[in-house]
């Protein structure tokens, strides 16, 4: 197989005569040296340039949705760029407040928002509510009654569009936990009721279609549906949502955030919407942002059947394989520009035969065992989604500009992984 493709990687990289990969003018081999693996390294600038990209898109307001990567660092970053966030649980608003993000900056969203949840934003003052149901509203004009200070919302409606991604990551279809059904009453009935709340200010829709769509078509067909409803409601705002597909191994390609906004703001003037019109993008923002830098273990051969290459990561840093089957390229980052004609599957340490990183890769012929490998386009739903399952520890996290590497997030301790056991850990 021939060599990587460079587009996947971050917009900082760079490759040497001898095709060592850099970062951010940071050697990888050298940052993985020094810091161990595995060990995501994301490209701050290219971090800053999306953000910055998606604020021009989305002029009336863009969140950046948290649940993509989040960490401190990452919401001073976005906030430092314009962006609010979209945050999904009281976990997400803690961090975003610990990191200095101002509560008004905030979008509070989820499917089971809990009272306690909901306590602690309507405390801290939290910019927006998205609703998701009329439970959830049962829960607000509880707290209100107890003397909590009535919230701005929105209500997440589902417009019933079949997105074109993995079943697992459709949110609008019609059979989906997310949103109150425009098809019915329901979404009606909602907004009726939020209009005539004196524990809420109602001022727009929220409607969302799914994760990793490609085809801006989906976004126009949702806002044709969302605004047609929406229209005779006179409300303030709508948003679409996030959702932009990025392009993982070779041979994909997806809009880019200013291609998605102009498609968006198209259907929107076509549908004559002349609300406020926001959007959520996590996943364009982040995902190309990193690479994953890895050990390998070790290499069986079985003759006739395939070659597993383990490496000192697996699911635990990057699930995604294993719950959705996602693709990934895999690389030498100190032979970037090499080809790959070895045809391996890329496996963690994990004590499962399903703790798959690459399905069927392609690495040069010459990796041996302590070499590093490296995944990119793994910025997104890796760090977020990771865990200590087999009680490993979870990586390190590094952002790299201008020749400089910070360390954002340590790698855990195995003291860590006792803080919480109240038998093995601390007296």
Same mark, same amino acid.
């Not at 998606?54 to 989040?70: M, N, R, S």
């Given at each position: 197989m021939s060599a990587l493709p460079l587009h996947l990687l971050p917009d900082m990289a760079g490759v040497d005569s001898a095709g060592r990969l850099s970062i951010g003018g940071c050697d990888i081999a050298d940052l993985a040296d020094e810091h161990g693996t595995p060990l995501f390294v994301y490209d701050e600038t290219h971090l800053r340039n999306r953000c910055r990209?998606?604020?021009?898109?989305?002029?009336?307001?863009?969140?950046?949705? =948290?649940?993509?990567?989040?960490?401190g660092a990452m919401a001073r970053l976005a906030h430092e760029e314009g962006m609010f966030l979209d945050v999904a =649980?009281?976990?997400e608003i803690h961090i975003a407040l610990a990191s200095?993000?101002?509560?008004?900056?905030?979008?509070?969203?989820?499917?089971?928002?809990?009272?306690?949840?909901? =306590?602690?934003a309507l405390e801290a003052g939290v910019g927006r509510i998205v609703i998701d149901s009329l439970i959830e509203m049962d829960r607000i004009e509880a707290l209100v009654a107890s003397g909590a200070r009535p919230p701005t919302v929105l209500i997440r409606v589902n417009p019933g569009v079949e997105a074109h991604t993995h079943?697992?990551?459709? =949110?609008?279809a019609t059979d989906s936990k997310f949103g109150i059904a425009i098809a019915g009453d329901e979404a009606a009935d909602a907004i009726a009721r939020a209009r005539a709340s004196a524990a809420m200010s109602l001022i727009g829709l929220h409607a969302h279609l799914g994760s990793q769509v490609f085809d801006v078509?989906?976004?126009?067909?949702g806002i044709e549906i969302v605004s047609r409803f929406a229209r005779p409601l006179g409300l303030e705002e709508l948003s679409i949502g996030g959702g932009l597909g990025v392009a993982y191994v070779e041979g994909e390609s997806a809009p880019t955030i200013s291609e998605w906004g102009k498609a968006v703001a198209d259907a929107a003037a076509a549908a004559g919407v002349?609300?406020?019109l926001m959007a959520e993008p996590g996943r364009a923002i982040v995902a190309q942002a990193a690479v994953t830098v890895y050990t390998v273990g070790t290499i069986k051969e079985i003759p006739g059947v395939r070659t597993y290459v383990s490496v000192d990561g697996g699911m635990s840093d990057n699930p995604r394989p294993v719950l959705y089957g996602s693709g990934y390229e895999v690389f030498a980052p100190m032979a970037t520009a090499a080809d790959r004609p070895r045809s391996i599957r890329l496996v963690g340490?994990?004590?499962?035969?399903?703790d798959v990183l690459a399905w069927d890769?392609?690495?040069p012929t010459e990796v041996s065992v302590g070499d590093y490998l490296a995944t990119p386009v793994t910025g997104a739903y890796g760090h977020s989604m990771g865990s200590n399952y087999n009680m490993v520890r979870r990586p390190a996290v590094v952002f790299v500009m201008d020749g400089k590497a910070r360390l954002v997030v340590r790698r855990e301790t195995n003291d860590d992984l006792l803080a919480r056991d109240l038998v093995a850990g601390p007296k």
């Open positions: 990209e998606a604020v021009a898109a989305f002029p009336d307001g863009v969140a950046y949705a =948290t649940k993509a990567f989040l960490c =649980t009281g976990g200095g993000v101002p509560a008004e900056r905030l979008i509070f969203h989820g499917n089971n928002k809990s009272a306690n949840e909901l =306590t602690l079943e697992y990551l459709r =949110t609008g078509e989906s976004f126009e067909k002349d609300t406020r340490k994990h004590c499962e035969s399903g890769a392609s690495i």
